[in-house]
């Protein structure tokens, strides 16, 4: 059963921008902090940036602090990621993920502690 999906990527041109969503199903978003991950053929799956329950405090991986805005709708189930500034880098898969508000701290890197999952959705960065 699907309870988080992606959406929003594509193929875009170096310095160019894309906004990712992330739209959860059968459970209330607000109930968790939300990361976005990514993953690269051939590499580990590494944080990019988290938000907690409230949208109050973010975090930003050093690749996307600068670049990417990450916000959330609690209201409509969905949390985004703006990206800008677009490099060749950035090429990988896209993956939301729900945390719990029972594990200690706003969000953070570590996989294990998110519990939901999306599908991924791909994002190509090329001219």
């Known amino acids: 059963q699907t309870q988080l999906v992606e959406s929003g990527g594509g193929l875009v041109q170096p310095g160019g921008s894309l906004t990712l969503s992330c739209a959860a199903s059968?459970?209330?978003?607000?109930?968790?902090?939300i990361g976005w991950f990514r993953q690269a053929p051939g590499k580990e799956r590494e944080g990019v940036s988290c938000i907690s329950r409230n949208g109050g405090n973010t975090n930003y991986a050093g690749s996307g602090e600068g670049r990417f805005t990450i916000s959330r709708d609690n209201a409509k189930n969905t949390v985004y990621l703006q990206m800008n500034s677009l490099k060749p880098e950035d090429t990988a898969v896209y993956y939301c993920?729900?945390?719990?508000?029972?594990?200690?701290?706003?969000?953070?890197?570590?996989?294990?502690?998110?519990?939901?999952w999306g599908q991924g959705t791909q994002v190509t960065v090329s001219s």
């Open positions: 059968r459970f209330r978003l607000d109930y968790y902090a």
């Open positions: 993920a729900a945390r719990p508000i029972t594990v200690p701290g706003m969000c953070g890197w570590i996989l294990s502690e998110y519990m939901h």
